[in-house]
């Protein structure tokens, strides 16, 4: 590598380090710039997941209630984030990493009196289970790859994820590899328990980011009943076979089904005016 490459990478850093933290304090602050934004200039393109969150959010106007698994610190990589602030929304952010709920989702939405915030993970039952986590970085890319399945976690080193993160963050990988994972107990609440403390009377949005977790969500979370108007999860993680498992119980419960790259989109039938989004 090149100095003035070199060079020119260490300015990037730099500046994604210090945009991603003014960020999150505009966002934390609710400042009037931020939101404003979102709410008269943001244009997301047509057709795209973005698109139809802005469209939808809008039609359902002062009462929008989201229930979010996996929501790690509020806003990178987070689909939602926006539309929670522009349109004031309601529900519960679920986040089992402790250092991560404290530090950046608290405080993210602490000014926001319409969402709750739980250190917790959804379960089919209330009690507790052990999370594998990367245990020699605390950066974003590496909280993300936390889960209830040490396999999920150690398949992030064999398929190069890990390596290619710290390839970028200038990490080094250590040489003992019992210094690679770590664990964590953490809170789990079921699904009865959580609408009943946080009195959900409908959820419009149950949005999934579970790495690799998330079709057990979905079968955790009993669709059936709970019935969200709408879910959003992410496929990357998931198997052919669960995916398609996933899919056949998503058709069975009369959901409409759009892929957008690694997120899927499902939607209670009749969609009514967002059928041009699973054309």
């Not at 933290?21 to 505009?26: A, S, V, Y």
């Not at 609710?30 to 973005?50: D, E, H, T, V």
């Not at 699904?191 to 969500?217: M, N």
């Amino acid at each position: 590598m090149s100095k003035k490459h070199g060079l020119i990478q260490k300015i990037k850093a730099w500046y994604n380090k210090n945009w991603k933290i003014w960020r999150f304090k505009l966002s934390a602050d609710n400042n009037i710039f931020f939101i404003g934004f979102y709410k008269y200039l943001y244009q997301p393109k047509a057709g795209s997941l973005a698109a139809f969150l802005d469209e939808y959010s809008k039609s359902v106007r002062d009462n929008f209630t989201v229930v979010q698994i996996g929501a790690n610190d509020g806003i990178t990589h987070d689909p939602i984030h926006k539309f929670i602030k522009r349109d004031q929304w309601k529900g519960v952010l679920l986040e089992p990493q402790s250092e991560v709920f404290h530090v950046f989702l608290k405080h993210i939405y602490k000014k926001n009196k319409g969402i709750h915030c739980a250190c917790a993970a959804i379960g089919y039952e209330d009690g507790n289970q052990r999370m594998y986590k990367i245990g020699f970085s605390k950066m974003r890319w590496a909280t993300g790859l936390a889960s209830f399945s040490k396999e999920k976690v150690e398949q992030a080193f064999d398929n190069g994820i890990v390596a290619h993160n710290c390839r970028v963050h200038g990490i080094e990988i250590p040489i003992d590899r019992n210094e690679w994972i770590t664990e964590e107990e953490v809170e789990v609440i079921s699904p009865t328990s959580l609408i009943k403390r946080y009195d959900i009377k409908k959820i419009d949005l149950l949005q999934i980011d579970a790495e690799g977790f998330d079709f057990e969500v979905i079968k955790i979370f009993d669709i059936a009943s709970t019935n969200p108007q709408a879910i959003i999860f992410e496929n990357v993680g998931l198997s052919s076979e669960e995916n398609n498992c996933c899919l056949e119980l998503l058709k069975n419960n009369n959901y409409a089904i759009r892929k957008f790259g690694s997120n899927t989109l499902t939607f209670k039938k009749p969609v009514g005016i967002f059928e041009k989004y699973f054309l």
